[in-house]
């Protein structure tokens, strides 16, 4: 199953509102997630099962969708989250991630 | 605290074989899938294999299968990746990570893992 993130880069500023899209080449139901990457950090998982949002994360982080179309949106951008964003199936073998989207600052 | 930490990194020849381990602590480790996910340098998240909680069940990513095994020890709280064959593209950062109900929660912070003549 393959997911293509768009846009790939993004600028914003701070205080902006954002959202990252993830399509899968075939239905996967809402057995997505993502995650947020920072150099030299581990990745974080941000949102589950599409909409969930894993405990002690912010909630101007939410995620939506199911099938094949999802979304990732971060309202109020703070400093912190510029970094690099990834989808991830869990629907089926083999897992797989989206390419990436690098959130920059403007 | 849920804690993993990666070790067994390091530089090796392209055909040469690698061990990497990962310690948990924290939590039941017996209840859990672990997995592997590796990123290439400037590249995107990979993910390379899973393992259920008894062992029984694994899974690959098609580039490494049959080159590299993943392993646990409930007893010892610890997951392994055997690599073997190692090519160029092998190089990247391995990360251990828990599967949890539908994301994996807690990750390590990797270890380096360069394959270079």
């Known amino acids: 199953i393959q997911l293509t993130q768009s846009p790939s880069s993004l600028s914003a500023s701070v205080g902006d509102r954002v959202t990252i899209t993830c399509r899968a080449s075939?239905?996967?139901?809402?057995?997505l997630a993502w995650y947020q990457k920072n150099p030299g950090k581990a990745p974080k998982l941000l949102i589950y099962d599409a909409s969930t949002l894993q405990s002690g994360v912010p909630s101007r982080f939410s995620g939506g969708g199911s099938g094949t179309h999802f979304t990732l949106t971060i309202t109020s951008l703070q400093p912190e989250d510029f970094a690099a964003y990834y989808c991830q199936q869990l629907y089926d073998y083999p897992i797989t991630f989206g390419q990436g989207t690098r959130l920059e600052i403007e | 605290e849920v804690q993993l930490v990666e070790s067994g990194g390091g530089l090796v020849q392209p055909g040469g074989s690698l061990g990497l381990s990962c310690a948990v602590s924290g939590f039941n480790f017996g209840d859990y899938g672990m997995a592997w996910v590796r990123q290439a340098p400037g590249k995107g998240l990979e993910w390379v294999a899973n393992?259920?909680?008894?062992?029984?069940?694994?899974f690959y990513v098609d580039s490494v299968r049959g080159r590299f095994s993943i392993s646990r020890d409930n007893a010892k709280n610890s997951l392994y990746l055997h690599m073997s064959s190692l090519r160029v593209e092998d190089t990247a950062v391995y990360y251990c990570?828990?599967?949890?109900?539908?994301?994996?929660?807690?990750w390590g912070q990797g270890t380096l893992v360069t394959v270079s003549s």
């Open positions: 990570a828990r599967v949890a109900f539908r994301g994996y929660d807690f």
């Open positions: 393992i259920k909680q008894d062992e029984n069940d694994k």
């Open positions: 075939q239905g996967i139901s809402t057995l």
